[in-house]
């Protein structure tokens, strides 16, 4: 069976620091990633998603980059984190083209910036 | 384009009582339609979707949702609900799937079950 790993979990990090989240994909080959981030626990702001090694595509312009060094790993990244780059992010998958099946979601990776 | 409208940000029920979460979509062609269900400081779980066929969809934890072409929406529904069922209800929408998958989430909605 497939399964998502996110990790860390939690992390406090102070302003102008780098960042780096990495979500990892097991038990399925070449599936679409995603980065989502969620504010005030509320509504997902899609971030990033790939269909395919060194493919990123970026919805919104800001700090954060991702990038996809392995079929099945995604790594979410920051040079210089801000204040408003706090938030709950959650890395998802799908198996890609051709499917038209739901997303599987990890478990979050809570950041506070100070 | 493809939207999603959630239209309720609480929904207070008391337990035992049915519950409705609703959901309007926009998109071309034939949607499909997605309910996910979060818990705090969790990820989103998936409950149950509709993508063709019978217009009533059964999910887990006894979770439904109803397909209305006509009217553009896909509530969800549970027909006695339980406090652990509170929790964050989103709705998803996407169009055929081509190599960009990317479906639209709604706003969420929080459910709250009291006892």
Not at chain 1, 73 to 93: N, R, T, V
Request: with cysteine; hydrophobic share 35%.
């Amino acid at each position: 069976s497939q399964t998502i790993h996110q990790w860390p979990a939690t992390l406090v990090q102070p302003v102008g620091s780098p960042l780096s989240l990495e979500c990892t994909v097991e038990g399925t080959s070449n599936p679409n990633l995603y980065w989502y981030r969620q504010a005030a626990g509320r509504g997902l702001q899609l971030l990033f998603y790939s269909v395919g090694i060194g493919q990123i595509s970026s919805e919104v312009p800001q700090n954060l980059s991702a990038s996809r060094p392995q079929d099945r790993q995604f790594i979410l990244s920051s040079k210089k984190l801000l204040l408003s780059d706090s938030g709950f992010y959650l890395c998802a998958w799908h198996p890609g083209q051709g499917s038209t099946g739901e997303l599987f979601f990890g478990e979050g990776s809570r950041l506070t910036v100070l | 384009a493809q939207s999603v409208a959630q239209p309720e940000d609480q929904v207070n029920v008391a337990e035992g009582n049915p519950l409705t979460v609703k959901c309007t979509y926009s998109v071309s062609g034939n949607p499909y339609l997605f309910w996910y269900v979060q818990y705090p400081n969790r990820g989103l779980q998936f409950l149950l979707k509709y993508i063709t066929g019978d217009n009533l969809v059964k999910g887990s934890y006894g979770f439904e949702a109803e397909f209305n072409k006509s009217q553009t929406s896909f509530h969800l529904k549970k027909p006695s609900a339980l406090v652990s069922d509170s929790a964050l209800y989103f709705c998803a929408v996407s169009g055929a799937s081509g190599g960009s998958y990317i479906p639209t989430f709604g706003r969420g909605t929080s459910l709250i079950v009291h006892p």
